[in-house]
């Protein structure tokens, strides 16, 4: 293939390089979005499960995203409600697994006072921020200087609330070990979805799932961009000036006037670009790190837990597998179930061998629905960390300090090269929501400028 010649080349066909791709042409430009993998849609993947759609990376829709739900609307996809009909089940520290109903599992009356305190102080200070620029708000140093660990240690008296705030932030979003991340840092991703509310309670941030496979979303803006989309190319090296870019990606060559990368921020180190980016982007790029995730999805012939009048949600702080959730088709056949081994759970399933992780984490499903659980006909794990394209999920953060030193900077265009991705979004950061609204408006501000 001979050199491309567009207005702008878009690097990586997640939702964040489509949906910025989409705005471009529908103002009229040129593009090209080039793609490492052989696939589109990155950090949303599906599989197929019982010939019907299920996911491997992000998937559910809560009512805040008011972009996806919209982009959904356009592309003529359905969502359907998450099922979770029947009890929940929270393990505690005892082992006991216990049946409850609504939203709070039944830590006690002490611990569900102090964590009520706690959740609706990391609320109050969520709702200060801008989700935008985080590193601005007046005690932002202050929050930035201390881990979201030392916090919970010095505000939260209660040891049962404490494991179960750290489950939330630090397993079920950060996917880092809590003393390893800022308060700060853990309330951007609370500002991004709104608050605690729209964040943490599964009826919200759990609420939906797509019709097909969340993965349908980007296969089908790649759909619309026809041949604009080029699979299996992956960019190693960007030619910039202030006239414009020229983008190596092997058997493809692309120029453009602008460049919108839209990868991890922790991934732009594999491309050389020529002459180098300032030293302020290269401690940026240093400072973030992905965190590790694994999904894991177990499969029955039918989900006999709703039998037993489960929803098939549970907590259990203390586990390895910390959190379950049905995640079956519509249908409702086959049965499955879901988890993420997040963090320092992930670390240690993976020095585990590959029989004795899934026993494990059969053994954890059993303990929130029974024996029953240990008789997967299948069982699926993805680990993010160790996909090329993306090296972690749900995002790369940075460490102690590093929101305020570099945060500013994180969507700052370095001559004809802008960013986009989820990880440096606002509203939505971290989530699908995120990829489409950073997109946007790297696309509006290139657009700007042509
Ligand atoms: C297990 C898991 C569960 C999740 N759950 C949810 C959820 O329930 N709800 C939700 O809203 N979000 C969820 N997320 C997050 C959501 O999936 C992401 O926020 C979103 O998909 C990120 O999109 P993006 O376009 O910003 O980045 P990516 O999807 O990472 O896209 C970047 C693209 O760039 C490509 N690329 C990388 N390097 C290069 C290169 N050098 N050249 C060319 N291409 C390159 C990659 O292959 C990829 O396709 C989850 C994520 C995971 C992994």
Not at 117 to 139: I, T
Not at 348 to 370: E, H, I
Not at 382 to 400: C, H, I, K, N, Q
């Amino acid at each position: 293939m001979g050199q491309l010649d567009v207005d702008v080349v878009v690097v990586g066909a997640g939702i964040a390089g489509l949906s910025a791709a989409r705005t471009l042409v529908a103002a009229g430009r040129d593009v090209v979005v080039l793609e490492a993998r052989d696939r589109v849609g990155g950090r949303v993947l599906n599989i197929e499960i019982g010939g019907q759609a299920n996911e491997l990376g992000g998937q559910w829709v809560a009512p805040y995203q008011t972009c996806v739900l919209a982009y959904l609307r356009e592309l003529g996809i359905q969502l359907f409600p998450s099922f979770r009909d029947g009890s929940h089940v929270y393990v505690g520290a005892d082992g006991v697994a216990r049946r409850y109903d609504g939203h709070d599992a039944p830590l006690g009356d002490v611990s569900d006072a102090a964590y009520a305190v706690a959740e609706s102080a990391l609320d109050a200070m969520a709702k200060e921020l801008d989700p935008e620029a985080p590193w601005e708000h007046p005690r932002a140093r202050e929050w930035d200087s201390i881990t979201f660990e030392a916090w919970l240690q010095n505000e939260v008296p209660d040891a049962l609330a404490r494991d179960l705030l750290r489950a939330w932030v630090a397993g079920g979003f950060m996917t880092k070990p809590a003393h390893t991340f800022s308060l700060l840092q853990g309330l951007w991703v609370i500002a991004g979805a709104g608050g605690v509310y729209e964040l943490f309670e599964p009826e919200q941030c759990l609420a939906y799932r797509i019709a097909g496979g969340s993965q349908l979303l980007p296969l089908r803006l790649a759909e619309d961009l026809g041949e604009r989309v080029i699979v299996d190319a992956p960019v190693r090296g960007i030619r910039w000036s202030e006239a414009g870019v020229e983008v190596d990606a092997g058997h493809v060559r692309a120029a453009g006037r602008q460049a919108i990368v839209a990868i991890p921020p922790n991934l732009t180190v594999g491309i050389r670009f020529e002459p180098a980016l300032p030293g302020w982007r290269l401690r940026l790029e240093q400072a973030l790190s992905q965190g590790v995730v694994i999904k894991v999805l177990a499969v029955y012939d039918h989900p006999f837990w709703r039998e037993d009048g489960l929803s098939g949600q549970g907590f259990a702080p203390g586990q390895l597998v910390r959190e379950v959730y049905d995640n079956s088709p519509p249908s409702g056949e086959p049965g499955v179930l879901v988890t993420f081994l997040a963090g320092e759970n992930a670390e240690a399933a993976l020095r585990l061998d590959p029989a004795a992780r899934r026993a494990a984490v059969l053994d954890g499903f059993a303990s929130y629905v029974g024996d029953e659980a240990r008789e997967a006909t299948d069982y699926i794990e993805l680990d993010w960390s160790a996909e090329e394209w993306t090296r972690g999920a749900y995002a790369a953060t940075f460490g102690v300090g590093g929101l305020t030193r570099f945060g500013a900077d994180l969507r700052r265009p370095i001559g004809p090269i802008h960013w986009a991705c989820t990880d440096i979004a606002g509203v939505g950061h971290m989530h699908m929501e995120g990829a489409i609204r950073s997109g946007e408006a790297a696309a509006a501000a290139v657009l700007a400028l042509l």
